[in-house]
């Protein structure tokens, strides 16, 4: 695209872009309780959503959020809440809850440091929590993870797409300084995005609506997860499964210098983007290196991972004490060495503390 | 054409650090660059000093974090204690002379020594500091046009205080001129 | 499972009293002698009567409730234990039309649902909701509840519910009269053809401040659980007249509509 044709860029932070992604992907209701580092969030549609005939509800704690996001969205209604870890553990029975009963809605976990209340800095500890459900029983989120202010930007339009078209809660995991960062934002709608109301018309077919708004014979609708008779629970379970199974051509990633290379970095989110800094400094001193950045986490770009394995050696590194890793080596299956390298929660590393780690991993 | 080039800004919470940090990014942005800028929260906040770092480069930026910046600009002596060490040998410091004790300033790193402070009093307002410090600073890295960052002054100063825009400029201007002189004088020397 | 063919009056029979269409035909799996099927038949009533059903949500709690959905004729859908206040909210909003109501027990609505049911009140979110008080948790088998009276034995106050320890039972209509964003906050019993009576009356105009969007309109039923109160149903109605009804007196305590 030609420069001049392009809108102007507006500097905002990774929340505030979450803020305006979801305004003009069509988000119509936000319920969400006040935590750092995701404040500029509610801040932000508690003044947008009103002036956009939409809801801004602050709920009296992350329990009751979550469940008006249940609410809203067995309506099929566009709705979404944001936390931080603590709040979001606070929000898995209602994420389950969700999940079992077909329910779309969005959670933003702008993620802090744990366990308990830990601190407000950098952290990818709740990676487990996000990609493998979470809450109770056998359920999956879908799971984005921004690197940058214009993906939490743009992820906000995929984020809705998702959750109406498979049904499902979606969550977008970030962290203090995706959170935190300011950067130049594009603020216009990716390509490729459905119009809110096309989506809203996936879920038709499910919402509750009071049964008069479907004609004459309509018959009541119900939405539930709870399934007691002998074998439901079982056909429930395997309805979830074809529709986990689905969600695997989902899979999203970013691959860099990946062709020559070696070794290959794998790295998710904040921690992607530094490893990505790093990965082009020692390939500029003549290392081949390359960086693979899973951008979904659920579903795991693990076909493509796994095609890589041949003749390369991958080293993860991510800010907590070794979750995605185990993800990597189920990909890789064998195939290759799978080292890891592990950021301390609560740290701000800049490229040069990956540097070290990355050239051991080199010659090791 | 500038590359690359990150800064650290440093001071006590109060001093402005944020703002110059934004009004940098803002007109890095406007100068069709790529910028990130992030505060760094911590426990350090309750030791004095806030910081940032801004990031920019013509090309999209990877970490937005720098351990071992390519400038400062420090506005206080803790600023200083915590930065300097940690500045690149061939990078530049903007060092607020107002406030530290120049042997403070490790004189193997290239530094603009410049009395912000006092700067800001004679142009009729203490709380320019920042500006004056920013003004050295785009002087020493030649990071940006002044013209640019002077424009963003309008988009980053609230509505409310956008009667101060011109005095700002002003700051901006005589910590820019300072660092031009003392730049001669220390190439005379 | 229905049993329409026995509800209709067959050859020589009168017809004395109809079904309601809000409620469905099938049987309810509330004991024998629980106050649920009274409840349920007032509130479909009610609803039927102001003509709603078609546009009415109901947001299911966790309880022996649960499975309210199975007999009303409306759109429903199940909430979290505690939190169908809360989903009743998203409901709510999302839908401004709709005619929304939740129907809890009192586990659900005033212990671990607490927090949700007060500031859903306070907030004055234009809902109903029905309160069923039996002083005892009955799907899981009899444990205390946060209404219970003292000295009454459950199977976790084997003892009797002592206040030392337990401290009393909640008084949650008094509470809520007392928010800001509650427009119609009433007490009945459902122990007598008199307190039923009154009882309709009340959730009519529980139901009638949400339709004036005055705010939150709450009615709490006091009912009988002879099974977890090990009493024959004539006895649980005697034990709501002497030993309930003291504690939680009968009466309407907010009416914005009458202030």
């Not at chain 1, 993906?151 to 300084?177: H, Q, S, W």
């Not at chain 1, 979904?296 to 796994?306: I, K, N, Q, R, V």
């Not at chain 3, 309810?28 to 099927?37: F, M, V």
């Amino acid at each position: 695209m030609n420069t001049e044709q392009m809108p102007d860029r507006i500097l905002v932070k990774g929340n505030e872009a979450v803020a305006y992604g979801a305004v003009d992907a069509g988000l119509r209701c936000y319920f969400g309780y006040p935590i750092t580092p995701q404040n500029e969030i509610p801040e932000i549609l508690s003044e947008l959503l009103p002036e956009h005939e939409g809801v801004f509800v602050q709920a009296e704690s992350e329990i009751g959020a979550v469940n008006m996001l249940l609410g809203a969205g067995a309506c099929g209604i566009p709705a979404m809440t944001s936390s931080s870890s603590c709040g979001i553990s606070l929000m898995q029975e209602g994420i389950s809850y969700m999940a079992g009963s077909h329910v779309p809605g969005i959670i933003v976990n702008m993620s802090r440091g744990g366990p308990g209340l830990g601190d407000i800095g950098p952290s990818q500890g709740d990676y487990f929590q996000a990609v493998k459900g979470g809450g109770h029983g056998d359920h999956r989120n879908l799971v984005l993870a921004p690197s940058t202010a214009q993906e939490c930007y743009d992820f906000m339009f995929k984020a809705l797409d998702l959750a109406f078209t498979y049904r499902n809660p979606v969550m977008l995991l970030g962290d203090a300084i995706v959170a935190q960062i300011k950067e130049p934002v594009r603020r216009v709608p990716p390509a490729g995005t459905r119009t809110p109301e096309y989506l809203q018309s996936l879920v038709e077919d499910q919402r509750i609506e009071g049964y008069g708004a479907r004609g004459k014979n309509a018959r009541p609708r119900l939405l539930k997860s709870v399934y007691l008779a002998e074998g439901a629970l079982a056909e429930h379970n395997r309805l979830l499964q074809r529709k986990y199974a689905d969600m695997r051509k989902e899979a999203l990633f970013d691959c860099e210098d990946v062709d020559d290379a070696g070794l290959v970095v794998v790295a998710f989110g904040s921690v992607g983007r530094i490893a990505r800094s790093a990965v082009r400094q020692l390939r500029k001193a003549g290392h081949r290196i390359g960086l693979f950045r899973p951008v979904t986490l659920y579903p795991f770009p693990d076909e493509a991972l796994s095609a890589l394995a041949r003749g390369r050696r991958f080293l993860v590194i991510e800010q907590n004490i070794g979750q995605m890793a185990e993800d990597v080596r189920l990909a890789v299956n064998g195939a290759s060495p799978v080292l890891w390298h592990s950021v301390m929660p609560g740290l701000f590393i800049g490229a040069n503390e990956l540097v070290e780690p990355i050239l051991q991993a080199l010659n090791g | 054409m500038l590359r690359y080039q990150d800064v650290i800004i440093a001071g006590f919470g109060g001093q402005g650090v944020m703002l110059i940090g934004n009004l940098l990014a803002q007109a890095s942005m406007e100068q069709e660059l790529e910028v990130t800028f992030i505060p760094v929260y911590g426990v350090e906040m309750r030791g004095g000093t806030a910081n940032c770092t801004v990031v920019l480069d013509s090309l999209p930026i990877g970490s937005p974090l720098v351990r071992e910046p390519m400038s400062t600009v420090v506005l206080n002596e803790p600023s200083l204690a915590k930065f300097q060490p940690r500045l690149r040998k061939d990078g530049v410091q903007i060092v607020n002379a107002s406030l530290i004790a120049r042997e403070l300033v490790d004189t193997t790193i290239r530094t603009v020594y410049i009395p912000a402070h006092d700067i800001a009093h004679g142009i009729g307002n203490v709380k320019l500091t920042n500006m004056v410090a920013l003004g050295a600073w785009l002087k020493a890295t030649d990071a940006l046009p002044l013209k640019a960052v002077r424009e963003a002054l309008h988009r980053v100063v609230s509505a409310h205080y956008a009667k101060l825009i011109p005095i700002n400029a002003v700051a901006l201007e005589a910590g820019y001129n300072f660092a031009d002189s003392y730049a001669h004088k220390n190439t005379q020397n | 499972m229905t049993y329409a063919n026995n509800l209709h009056p067959q050859q020589g029979e009168k017809m004395v009293f109809d079904a309601n269409p809000v409620l469905n035909e099938r049987v309810t799996h509330y004991c024998p002698g629980c106050h649920h099927g009274i409840a349920h038949r007032l509130v479909s009533e009610v609803l039927h009567e102001l003509g709603v059903a078609d546009k009415t949500i109901l947001v299911a709690a966790v309880g022996c409730s649960t499975f309210t959905y199975d007999y009303f004729n409306v759109d429903s859908v199940e909430a979290p234990h505690g939190r169908a206040c809360a989903v009743a909210t998203g409901v709510r909003r999302a839908r401004p039309e709709a005619v929304v109501f939740t129907y809890q027990g009192d586990g659900d609505m005033a212990a671990i649902g607490m927090a949700e049911s007060l500031h859903a009140a306070n907030r004055g979110e234009k809902i109903t909701t029905v309160f069923i008080n039996n002083t005892v948790y009955g799907m899981t088998g009899g444990q205390m509840a946060p209404t219970t009276l003292i000295g009454q034995k459950t199977t976790t106050t084997r003892h009797g519910r002592n206040f030392s320890n337990e401290g009393g039972p909640i008084r949650l209509t008094e509470i809520m009269a007392g928010l800001q964003g509650v427009a119609y906050a009433a007490r009945c019993a459902l122990d007598s053809v008199k307190h039923v009576r009154k009882a309709k009356k009340a959730v009519r105009l529980a139901f009638d401040v949400q339709l004036d969007g005055l705010g939150f309109g709450f009615v709490e039923l006091l009912a009988g659980c002879p099974t977890n109160w090990h009493m024959d149903p004539i006895a649980a109605n005697k034990h709501i007249a002497t030993d309930m009804i003291p504690i939680f007196p009968l009466g309407v305590f907010k009416d914005v509509k009458e202030t």
